[in-house]
């Protein structure tokens, strides 16, 4: 490096006039080998600069290269769109088809499970929010199945209790069962969610839509006890039939299908017919049984000689295992802290 410096300062700029160099003493042909040196150094210089070197022109044979294939590429491009479908490079895309085509399909398919990984989550998750959905609402319409039958029952109950009251022309204070089973020492009660907030008092006539249920044996103030008919304790005058004649039912203390009363006629020569229909006597004042109250009907009828008289069996109308709305019988004009029947069949608004 030492000896390029000093041959590069020995170098004289372009244009200037030649300057010996004087030889010094006992140095001799020092010029010539400068000379040499300096020769060798500039063909270098030439031969890195047009090799790559910085800021050197590109070769001539590289320009005319990249002008051929452009213009190669023109050409070829324009003869496919001149010729339309019979193109002459329909046989080259056909090997390159079949050629690339294999190597395409590879690809895609190593590549595809990668690629579809944010797909399948996506559709995962939208899967999982259907599916969610469709089982909310099976669920929904499953329980709207479950209870239509119950909703059915209690409409018709509802509806029942208007005509009760209509034909009647008296008011209910409407009620259901929350509970059946033995209370203050009777077996055959249940009890009521209507008290006395709601006008409801002891010694009151408790119907549904079928007939008589029985009456209110004590009150609470929202809740009370119904000694049902089928009591052996109860104990109902009635009338059978047409001919109107009168008798006192007693219940079996039996609820569901067996549950049976027996009537024991005042007029020991009288003889109801089967299916003759049996209704309450009355009691006076109206409490606790009013008059006209459908019980039940006439299944079977016995006679005594020895006691010389006659006893029926009635089949009541109320199914007493599957009591649920069941009506109190009030006066008009019954303050309660709920809706009131009217003797019109129309629902009043309650409120103290």
Do not use: C
Not at 248 to 275: K, N
């Amino acid at each position: 490096m030492a000896l390029l410096d000093r041959v590069g300062t020995a170098r004289r700029a372009p244009g200037t006039p030649r300057e010996e160099q004087p030889v010094r003493p006992g140095r001799p042909g020092r010029s010539r080998r400068t000379r040499s040196l300096m020769s060798r150094h500039e063909r270098r210089e030439r031969r890195w600069g047009h090799e790559g070197g910085t800021g050197a022109e590109p070769p001539r044979a590289s320009r005319s290269l990249l002008v051929a294939l452009l213009l190669a590429s023109a050409t070829v491009t324009t003869l496919d769109l001149a010729t339309g479908e019979d193109s002459p490079l329909d046989p080259v895309r056909g090997v390159l088809a079949d050629t690339m085509g294999p190597a395409q399909g590879a690809a895609t398919a190593v590549v595809r499970p990668f690629t579809a990984i944010g797909g399948w989550f996506e559709s995962n998750g939208s899967l999982r929010d259907e599916v969610a959905t469709l089982e909310a609402e099976n669920s929904a319409l499953r329980s709207e199945l479950n209870t239509s039958a119950y909703d059915r029952n209690r409409l018709a109950e509802y509806d029942g209790l208007t005509s009760v009251a209509a034909d009647l022309g008296y008011s209910l204070v409407p009620s259901r069962v929350v509970g059946v089973g033995p209370a203050q020492s009777f077996s055959s009660t249940v009890t009521i969610d209507a008290g006395t907030d709601a006008g409801v008092q002891p010694d009151m006539t408790v119907v549904n839509n079928d007939g008589l249920v029985g009456r209110v044996l004590s009150a609470g103030r929202s809740t009370a006890t119904v000694l049902l008919l089928v009591d052996p304790e109860a104990t109902v005058g009635a009338r059978v039939g047409d001919s109107m004649e009168m008798g006192f039912l007693s219940g079996r203390g039996v609820i569901g299908d067996e549950g049976r009363l027996d009537l024991e006629l005042v007029d020991d020569s009288s003889v109801p017919a089967r299916a003759d229909s049996v209704v309450t006597w009355g009691s006076d004042g109206g409490a606790p049984y009013l008059a006209g109250i459908p019980i039940g009907r006439v299944t079977k009828v016995y006679s005594s000689l020895r006691e010389t008289a006659q006893r029926a069996v009635i089949d009541p109308y109320v199914d007493f295992g599957a009591l649920d709305l069941v009506g109190v019988v009030v006066p008009t004009g019954t303050r309660s802290d709920r809706g009131i029947i009217g003797a019109d069949g129309e629902i009043a608004g309650g409120g103290r």
